[in-house]
């Protein structure tokens, strides 16, 4: 299995453009999450979604962050219209069941608004 | 709600010396616990995890964690460590589905050779 995938694992965009974070989970997983990391507030839960389902959203900083999951294979974190201070790296994991086995982390996107 | 701490932020040890990495977390029933490690530009891994059973569980890379109920703890160990072991390590607890994992604010830890 080739674990998490995520794109793009860097990306530069300018104040204000639209950003699309995409990440594929382990197949067979139905769990999948997406994190925020900075060192100031370290490892944060943004959404988590459970068969295809967005089940928890409340760490979604505010309306410019969205995340969908159209189908068990694919899912995004898109923010629109992008600020210097969603700079950081953003990781995508997946869990078979409810997480109870643990996570698989993807290798992270990292995010730099100029 | 459920919650970590990891009370050293950075800790180092010599080339060879035993490590111990602190963990203490909260949470009203029995806790789904995990150790992470992150190497620099790269995901976390998981180590290790303890639901039930044992209170000593065994993890990969000659890690292990102990499950201390009394002093809500579950500090990872190794008695020799190793360069390649210099990463930034994250304990996390679960709820009793195991999902929705609160991570501390991780260790890093450096290896003097």
């Known amino acids: 299995d080739a674990g998490v995938i995520q794109s793009p694992r860097h990306e530069v965009t300018e104040m204000g453009q639209e950003v699309t974070l995409r990440c594929k989970p382990i197949?067979?997983?139905?769990?999948l999450f997406w994190y925020r990391q900075t060192m100031m507030r370290g490892l944060e839960l943004l959404i988590y979604?459970?068969?295809?389902?967005?089940?928890?959203d409340s760490g979604m900083p505010e309306d410019r962050f969205s995340a969908k999951m159209p189908n068990a294979s694919f899912s995004t974190l898109k923010i629109q219209p992008s600020e210097p201070r969603d700079s950081a790296v953003y990781f995508c994991?997946?869990?078979?069941?409810?997480?109870?086995?643990?996570?698989?982390f993807g290798s992270g996107t990292r995010l730099t608004v100029v | 709600a459920q919650s970590v701490t990891q009370p050293d932020i950075h800790i180092t040890v010599s080339e060879g010396a035993s490590l111990e990495l602190r963990c203490n977390y909260s949470?009203?029933?029995?806790?789904?616990l995990f150790w992470y490690v992150q190497s620099p530009g790269q995901g976390l891994q998981l180590l290790l995890k303890?639901?039930?059973?044992?209170?000593l569980v065994q993890g990969i890379k000659g890690f292990e964690a102990e499950f201390k109920r009394s002093q809500s703890s579950f500090n990872l160990r190794k008695p020799s460590v190793h360069w390649s072991d210099a990463a930034e390590y994250f304990c996390?607890?679960?709820?009793?589905?195991?999902?929705?994992?609160?991570f501390g604010g991780g260790t890093r830890l450096m290896v003097k050779p």
């Open positions: 994991a997946s869990s078979l069941g409810q997480g109870a086995a643990g996570y698989t």
């Open positions: 197949s067979g997983h139905n769990s």
């Open positions: 979604f459970n068969n295809n389902v967005p089940i928890d």
């Open positions: 949470y009203g029933a029995t806790p789904y």
């Open positions: 303890y639901f039930s059973g044992d209170t």
């Open positions: 996390a607890v679960g709820n009793n589905a195991g999902n929705m994992l609160t």
